[in-house]
């Protein structure tokens, strides 16, 4: 993706450390917002 570019809509399921819970999460609940999307496969795995 580039720099400025929209990103698609998504869905995720993340895990949310201060809750020590999974949660849902959605671009959308982010609209209005400056963003930064990091994606780290395998990162923080349980594992």
Not at 3 to 9: L, N, S
Not at 10 to 36: C, H, M, Q, R
């Amino acid at each position: 993706m580039l720099v400025g570019k929209k990103a698609p809509e998504f869905e995720i399921e993340a895990y949310d450390p201060v809750k020590d819970d999974f949660t849902t999460v959605k671009l959308s609940d982010y609209k209005g917002k400056f963003l930064v999307l990091l994606f780290y496969p395998a990162d923080f795995t349980f594992v």
